[in-house]
């Protein structure tokens, strides 16, 4: 498994604002979906392309285009629908999978509640989207059941991630790399990341 954190300028400089308690819902989705439009940059630099002969102003020309694996993006809910227009922004013929989940908060443990996924997950890339990849009961969660629906190639992208998190899905699912813009300290006694974005649902949707 290999963890990339996205070391860039301008994903540095966006990671700042949304650390910012101040910053509001607009400005932190809007940021969010500014950062998936980087990870997904990254996340996507080894796909396969193929040479094409089209038509071109001057007469027939060599171009590229993307061959082979067809993508599902996998936003949880209900957060993971922060990142998703940004990755949709750059691959707008993904098929999208949505997974319902929430984590309860005295156990810590993912509830589902829903899930919707698309077809041929064995001839997808899956791309899972979350903010938050904590103690990464989520994400593991998420990964066995593309797993159990056939899907073979899995990454993640995520904002921020707790080294916690991180060792359990090396632990189970060493297969599945993870794109992200930090790596962060440590979880506190409920859960958090520190120093973290606090609750990432609660400030892409304006609640509480
Ligand atoms: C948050 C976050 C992840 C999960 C991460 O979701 O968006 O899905 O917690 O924690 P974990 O790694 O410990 O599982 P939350 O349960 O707050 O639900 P929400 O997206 O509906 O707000
Ligand atoms: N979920 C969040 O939204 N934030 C955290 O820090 C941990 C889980």
């Given at each position: 498994m290999a963890v990339h954190i996205v070391n860039h300028p301008l994903v540095r400089h966006k990671l700042g604002i949304l650390r910012?308690?101040?910053?509001?819902t607009h400005e932190f989705r809007a940021v969010s979906n500014e950062v998936a439009r980087l990870l997904i940059y990254e996340a996507t630099k080894n796909m396969l392309t193929e040479t094409l002969t089209v038509q071109g102003w001057a007469g027939p020309v060599d171009v590229e285009a993307i061959s082979g694996k067809k993508v599902t993006v996998v936003p949880i809910l209900r957060a993971g629908l922060g990142l998703m227009d940004g990755v949709l922004d750059m691959i707008p013929g993904a098929r999208i999978s949505v997974v319902g989940m929430y984590r309860?908060?005295?156990?810590?443990e993912p509830v589902e509640y829903y899930v919707k996924l698309a077809s041929d997950l064995d001839q997808r890339l899956a791309i899972i989207l979350d903010p938050m990849l904590a103690t990464g009961g989520s994400i593991i969660a998420a990964i066995d059941l593309l797993k159990k629906h056939g899907c073979r190639q899995i990454c993640s992208l995520n904002l921020v991630c707790a080294p916690e998190g991180i060792a359990k899905v090396e632990a189970k699912h060493p297969d599945v790399d993870i794109y992200t813009a930090a790596v962060d300290d440590h979880l506190n006694e409920?859960?958090?990341?520190?120093?973290?974005?606090?609750d990432a649902g609660d400030r892409i949707f304006g609640t509480k």
């Open positions: 910012q308690a101040s910053t509001s309860n908060e005295s156990t810590l409920n859960g958090y990341i520190i120093p973290g974005l606090g």
